[in-house]
């Protein structure tokens, strides 16, 4: 879920008051934040990343056109985008990112002020399933006041949170895959049976990663790379 909208429209003030929002809760709030900076300087204090941690969410990316703050490298393709969330924030139960308005499959949330908002966003940049203004225009999407942070909140849990169990994911060749219930318990059961056969199992193991990689045609046998990941 992205929040997208103009410089100075006040996107950060929003996210940080749904962070704390959700964190006083108890869950666990990963939050994303895109720069058109090469690189940029996190932690200090009064720059948005600070100030996202100080509302609580864990962990916290800034996102630069040459590295990421978690120093993935440059990330260029949107599968990038994906596999770097599946690894970084996959014990997240929200994951909120502030920019990312050129990735036609992440669902956006737009920002908008009067007086800042010459255009809305959603008139021309795809995946926008809401905004956030201080005024009320005729638009297909749902409309929510700045101040409605219960509303949105309720909103964003209603649509896009999922509670899955078990909990199962796979990702090939940096992309994850939508798993149907059956597939991820027959998934989830081949893998326990085989793991109640090796020695050195912990019983209440928790959680489960796989890697499976093959030469590339470039390499040995002419197939192509591929990996994966499970968690129980």
């Not at 599968?79 to 969330?85: N, Q, T």
């Not at 002020?113 to 809305?120: A, I, K, P």
């Not at 006041?145 to 964003?156: N, P, Q, S, T």
């Not at 081949?190 to 928790?206: A, C, H, I, N, Y």
Request: aromatic fraction near 10%.
């Amino acid at each position: 879920m992205a929040f997208i909208g103009p410089h100075a429209v006040g996107k950060t003030t929003l996210l940080t008051r749904l962070v704390h929002f959700w964190v006083q809760r108890g869950w666990r709030i990963g939050v994303l934040k895109s720069t058109k900076e090469g690189r940029g300087a996190t932690d200090q204090p009064g720059t948005d990343t600070s100030r996202y941690r100080e509302a609580g969410a864990e962990p916290v990316a800034l996102w630069a056109k040459e590295e990421a703050v978690i120093y993935h490298g440059p990330l260029k393709r949107e599968s990038h985008f994906w596999h770097f969330i599946f690894q970084h924030f996959g014990d997240c139960d929200l994951v909120l990112a502030e920019g990312f308005k050129g990735l036609s499959s992440l669902p956006k949330i737009e920002v908008a002020r009067r007086e800042v908002s010459s255009n809305l966003l959603l008139e021309t940049v795809p995946g926008v399933v809401a905004l956030v203004s201080d005024f009320r225009p005729q638009v297909s999407v749902p409309v929510f006041d700045l101040e409605d942070i219960e509303g949105l909140a309720r909103f964003v849990e209603d649509r896009f949170y999922r509670v899955f169990e078990p909990s199962v994911e796979l990702v090939v060749d940096q992309k994850p895959l939508g798993l149907n219930r059956y597939v991820r318990r027959a998934l989830e059961g081949v893998v326990t049976g085989f793991l109640k056969s090796l020695r050195g199992v912990p019983q209440d193991w928790e959680e489960l990663e796989i890697r499976i990689k093959i030469p590339s045609k470039a390499g040995k046998g002419g197939k192509g790379q591929r990996s994966g990941r499970e968690e129980g």
